[in-house]
């Protein structure tokens, strides 16, 4: 079969800049806007009068709980599907930073919230990608996980100086209330059904 050389035809892209691919990015945003502020946590524990010593293990213990949680999150972001993950970690995030409001000391209770905001952290972060993969067409699924991902770097820069700015002038109770609102706006944004929900 001869080839048309001169078919300037090129393949017909789908949409992506859609109203359900905008709140995914404003959700990844708000999450990750939450994330970012989690990076001074550290100034906070030397508030308490933490050690070098007691940031890094409440920095071990926030990672080692993030990778925990990728293990079974596949498993449940096929079974509970992407709406039930999206909620369900939604809301361990932003207990998470609501418990860090009552923590006085460094004692138990910090270690168990700084656990619960590792294991929230890495079941989102694992989450938002697997769903803007669901949500990108396939004719421009590069192109939808490239822009999808600049909602989740541009809090890296974002968040640790509105941070610094907020404890700062206002304190930590200011800056971790300001983490609750991020985290909850993500959580309030989840669109009510996502593909691959249950």
Do not use: N
Not at 1 to 20: G, I, N, Q, Y
Not at 45 to 57: E, F, Q, T, V
Not at 110 to 126: D, E, K, R, T
Not at 182 to 190: E, G, M, N
């Amino acid at each position: 079969m001869a080839v048309d050389l001169h078919d300037k035809s090129k393949p017909v892209l789908e949409p992506l800049f859609t109203r359900r691919f905008g709140l995914a990015c404003s959700v990844h945003f708000c999450g990750a806007m939450a994330m970012s502020l989690y990076i001074l946590f550290p100034l906070f524990i030397r508030h308490l009068g933490g050690s070098d010593l007691a940031i890094g293990l409440y920095a071990g213990m926030t990672g080692a709980a993030a990778v925990s949680a990728r293990l079974p999150v596949g498993h449940w972001l096929d079974t509970l599907g992407r709406h039930g993950v999206l909620t369900l970690a939604g809301l361990l995030h932003v207990a998470a930073w609501l418990g860090f409001l009552s923590v006085g000391d460094l004692g138990a209770r910090a270690a168990v919230l700084v656990i619960a905001y590792g294991l929230a952290s890495g079941s989102l972060f694992a989450t938002y990608f697997t769903y803007a993969s669901d949500i990108a067409p396939l004719s421009r699924r590069s192109e939808g996980i490239a822009f999808f991902s600049i909602w989740g770097m541009l809090p890296q820069g974002l968040g640790p100086l509105l941070g610094e700015f907020l404890i700062g002038h206002s304190g930590f109770r200011v800056y971790f209330l300001v983490g609750v609102g991020f985290a909850l706006t993500s959580l309030v944004l989840i669109p009510k059904s996502s593909v691959g929900s249950s």
